[in-house]
């Protein structure tokens, strides 16, 4: 990446407008002659920061590292065909077969120029506050003693219901308002600790072995995301950023935790004690597990996160074996 960004504009600019200023100076500081002039350092170095450009025509490096402690290259060790893989990437993005349900798929929630512009039922009630013995699971019927200030909330900003099934309005943002937006101490006028996710699939436990074509799953009730009782697809605790050009990014996620290491298993590279990918090294044919570290690829610890999430994709306990089991019942 920071080859293709090392223009730096920003600082050739800062330099110019420098050199001007310095010039400009020069005259002042002589009418000063009759003391002797201290000479300030002329300008404190100005961090680099790179401009933006297109990434048009740029494709990502190629992932490499270690599998089991010998070097490995993804496209020389793992990939046959590249552009079969290109292929598959880009229909497990579409495939509804992948969620439990059938019917979600990765672009369910990265539809919209790769990211969630649906507007119903997104609202997670915030990871902080899940307890169902609260008053009040969504919305925020209390104040929170940390924020100084902070108000209570029994509605959307709009006046809405707010929670499960709720038709986002315009008038619902921001979720948080300040008296002057640009002073952080000035009045709280409304604040929710609801959070805008994606909504993903109903709350559900996987069934096992009876795995035919379509995912066997119990659904049971679900106490935060529900309608009188009624199940609705339960909600994340963010909403969904696009995925474009996301390959590009050294780490994924809002909080960046899908690793720029792929361990071939979990998004949390070498964090991960547990993971490893199992292969065979002799004509035994006995897999053993391996570790694997593949750098340059957040976009693939990223991505197998939400097919096993109960959230997300999966009914609880769902593996990423009885996902390609049922992909295979597919075809
Ligand atoms: C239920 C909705 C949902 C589904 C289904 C889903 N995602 Fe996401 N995706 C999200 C949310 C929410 C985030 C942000 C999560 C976070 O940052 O904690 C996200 C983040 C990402 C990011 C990170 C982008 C960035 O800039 O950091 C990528 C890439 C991505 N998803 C790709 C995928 C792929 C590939 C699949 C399918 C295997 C998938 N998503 C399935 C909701 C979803």
Not at 65 to 70: D, I, L, S
Not at 143 to 154: C, E, N
Not at 170 to 199: C, E, M, W, Y
Not at 299 to 309: E, T
Request: charged share 20%; glycine share 10%.
């Amino acid at each position: 990446m920071v080859k293709y960004l090392s223009l730096f504009r920003i600082p050739r600019f800062t330099c110019a407008m420098a050199g001007a200023l310095l010039v400009i100076g020069l005259p002042v500081a002589s009418a000063w002659a009759a003391d002797p002039v201290v000479v300030e350092p002329a300008v404190p170095s100005v961090p680099d920061v790179p401009t933006l450009q297109s990434l048009r025509g740029l494709l990502p490096p190629d992932p490499s590292g270690t599998e089991g402690g010998r070097k490995v290259d993804l496209m020389t060790d793992y990939v046959l065909n590249r552009p079969a893989a290109v292929l598959l990437g880009k229909a497990l993005f579409w495939d509804m077969e992948i969620g439990s349900d059938g019917s979600t798929a990765c672009a369910s929630c990265h539809f919209h120029a790769g990211a969630d512009h649906r507007t119903t039922n997104q609202i997670n009630p915030g990871q902080a506050n899940t307890n169902a013995n609260v008053s009040s699971i969504f919305n925020k019927p209390f104040t929170a003693s940390d924020i100084p200030g902070d108000v209570p909330t029994y509605t959307t900003k709009s006046g809405g219901k707010g929670g499960p099934n709720y038709q986002l309005k315009k008038s619902d943002f921001p979720t948080h308002v300040l008296a002057n937006p640009l002073d952080r101490n000035s009045a709280i006028l409304f604040s929710t600790d609801d959070v805008i996710g994606s909504q993903g699939v109903f709350d559900a436990n996987f069934v096992k072995p009876h795995q035919a074509r379509f995912d066997k799953c119990v659904q049971q009730p679900d106490g935060i995301f529900q309608v009188g009782g009624i199940n609705v697809r339960r909600s994340t605790g963010r909403n969904a950023p696009t995925v474009i050009n996301a390959a590009f990014n050294v780490r994924n996620f809002w909080d960046g935790r899908a690793n720029n290491v792929f361990n071939g298993f979990s998004p949390f590279g070498n964090r991960d004690p547990d993971a490893g990918i199992f292969v065979t090294s002799d004509r035994s044919g006995v897999a053993t597990k391996v570790r694997l570290a593949l750098k340059d690829a957040s976009a693939a610890s990223q991505a197998v996160g939400p097919p096993g999430s109960p959230v997300e994709m999966s009914c609880g306990g769902r593996t990423f074996a009885d996902i390609g089991r049922r992909m295979l019942d597919t075809l």
